[in-house]
C-alpha cells in the first residue's frame, strides 16, 4: 500500500503542477469543495499532461476506477473487491459509509498485488 498519497482540491490548475509533487509516487487524492473524495488522479496520468491548458484543472483528469476497501480486508478480498468492480485501484479507508478525501490511509495498485503475490512464489 502507497501511503505516501496527497490531497489536492479538484479545482487545483494542472499548470501549477507540472511535474507531481515529490511526495506522491502513485495518485493524487482529489477532494471536492467540502472535502469529499471526488476520485484519483495518478502521477502517470499527470504526468502525461506535460502541456496543460492554462485553465485544465484536476477535475479535469480525474479517475473514478477505484474501490474502497478497509486496512482489514485480507489480500483476497481486495483482489476480489478490484475484480468485482473492474477497479485499477483500491483506495484504503475505514469502512464508514461516506468517505472524505482525507480518510483514505492509502492505494493499492494491481500491481501492487501481482508483486505481492510473486513475492516467493514461483511461476513454473
Given at each position: 500500500?502507497?501511503?505516501n498519497?496527497?490531497?489536492?482540491?479538484?479545482?487545483?490548475?494542472?499548470?501549477?503542477?507540472?511535474?507531481?509533487?515529490?511526495?506522491?509516487?502513485?495518485?493524487?487524492?482529489?477532494?471536492?469543495?467540502?472535502?469529499?473524495?471526488?476520485?484519483?488522479?495518478?502521477?502517470?496520468?499527470?504526468?502525461?499532461?506535460?502541456?496543460?491548458?492554462?485553465?485544465a484543472?484536476?477535475?479535469?483528469?480525474?479517475?473514478?476506477?477505484?474501490?474502497i476497501?478497509?486496512?482489514?480486508?485480507?489480500?483476497?478480498?481486495?483482489?476480489?473487491?478490484?475484480?468485482?468492480?473492474?477497479?485499477?485501484?483500491?483506495?484504503?479507508?475505514?469502512?464508514?459509509?461516506?468517505?472524505?478525501?482525507?480518510?483514505?490511509l492509502?492505494?493499492?495498485?494491481?500491481?501492487?498485488?501481482?508483486?505481492?503475490?510473486?513475492?516467493?512464489?514461483?511461476?513454473?
Amino acid at each position: 500500500m502507497h501511503t505516501n498519497v496527497e490531497i489536492l482540491p479538484a479545482t487545483q490548475r494542472l499548470s501549477d503542477l507540472r511535474k507531481p509533487p515529490a511526495s506522491v509516487s502513485i495518485a493524487i487524492i482529489v477532494s471536492g469543495e467540502g472535502g469529499e473524495l471526488t476520485g484519483i488522479v495518478t502521477a502517470a496520468s499527470l504526468a502525461r499532461t506535460a502541456e496543460p491548458e492554462l485553465s485544465a484543472v484536476l477535475s479535469d483528469i480525474v479517475e473514478s476506477n477505484y474501490v474502497i476497501v478497509s486496512p482489514d480486508d485480507s489480500l483476497s478480498d481486495v483482489v476480489a473487491a478490484i475484480s468485482a468492480s473492474n477497479s485499477i485501484f483500491a483506495l484504503v479507508a475505514p469502512k464508514n459509509g461516506n468517505h472524505l478525501a482525507s480518510d483514505i490511509l492509502g492505494v493499492i495498485s494491481c500491481k501492487d498485488i501481482v508483486d505481492t503475490l510473486a513475492t516467493g512464489m514461483e511461476l513454473f
